[in-house]
């Protein structure tokens, strides 16, 4: 008894553990909430007039990246450090987190199509999945928003009824108010909501390749496009195209238009909560919605 009121008081005393914090930067180079210190210097280091603050939870960084929280600024020590995102522990080896989104209608986004085993590579790219959402990009005159040197657009993908008959998915690309390339699309072939995510990024790039942009940042909610463009693919083209299970992956041929569609273009992949009050994701949301209730192509 003795042991356990002492395990429970430590407990309580020390406050969350290391690694279990998140880093929002009001004003910054780019306002967001991160998930490292040494992410969270980047944007506030010699920047004047930094505002950020450490927290316990993500909704509460969030808060105080919109301004709902108000405190004094900390620094959290460097040695607070946080592992791959979207990548999970189970019976001893990685497998891919299902993508779930509580805030989403049912009958538009839906967990995996798939659950398989594949082991986080090495390699990172530009992303975070909480990097850089509250930045308020600048407009130039060709009435793209830029962050820095980088375009930016917001896809999305939707699919009512997914995974079950009578499926409709759509796509939605937002690039600004009445930009003339916003696109709502139909989703053709096989619907499903993942389907629709990855092919939203593919038109994506396809508008920005037609406009000669070589800089693309692209706002998606979908952690599943963003790990299989940044890491799960090159070990999918190493095994033939196979899982670390041995299976075949359902959307090889997804992948692999966007995995050519990504060569001779710089892309920051970012993650962006869905339905949590960016226009631009809510944007992109609207016209997936819209494109899934179109004819089929």
């Known amino acids: 008894m003795l042991r356990w009121l002492v395990a429970v008081l430590s407990h309580s005393c020390l406050g969350p553990r ?3 914090m998140f880093y929002a930067v009001r ?25 950020f603050k450490k927290f316990a939870t993500e909704e509460d960084a969030w808060s105080f990246v ?15 450090v946080f592992g791959p995102p979207a990548v999970t522990q189970e019976n001893g080896s990685q497998r891919e987190e299902p993508e779930l989104n509580t805030m989403c209608c049912s009958a538009c986004k839906r967990p995996y199509e798939q659950s398989t085993n594949e082991e986080q590579i090495a390699k990172r790219v530009k992303h975070d999945e909480k990097q850089s959402v509250g930045s308020i990009p600048t407009v130039s005159e060709d009435k793209f928003s ?34 003339p390339l916003n696109t709502s699309e139909r989703l053709p072939g096989r619907q499903t909501n993942q389907r629709a995510e990855i092919h939203a990024a593919c038109r994506a ?11 693309l940042i692209i706002y998606t909610d979908s952690k599943f ?8 693919v090159d070990n999918w083209k190493t095994n033939g195209w196979r899982t670390s299970s041995g299976g075949s992956v359902i959307n090889k041929e997804d992948f692999e238009r966007l995995d050519n569609l990504a060569k001779d273009i710089e ?12 226009q631009g994701n809510e944007e992109a949301d609207r016209l997936a919605r819209e494109g899934a209730s179109k004819q089929k192509c």
Request: hydrophobic share 30%.
């Open 18 to 20: 290391a690694g279990s």
């Open 27 to 51: 004003k910054g180079r780019r306002a967001g909430v991160y998930r490292t210190w040494a992410e969270c210097q980047e944007q506030v280091n010699k920047f004047p007039s930094a505002s």
């Open 66 to 80: 919109r301004g709902g929280l108000a405190g004094p600024q900390q620094q959290p020590g460097p040695a607070e």
């Open 146 to 179: 830029y962050m820095g040197d980088f375009a930016v657009v917001y896809t999305d993908g939707c699919c009512t009824r997914n995974g079950r008959s009578r499926a409709c998915a759509g796509i939605g690309v937002y690039w600004g108010p009445g930009h």
């Open 205 to 215: 790039i396809e508008q920005a390749k037609s406009q000669n942009i070589k800089k």
């Open 225 to 232: 496009t963003i790990n299989g463009i940044t890491s799960w």
């Open 267 to 278: 892309i920051q992949w970012m993650h962006i909560p869905g339905h949590a009050g960016f």
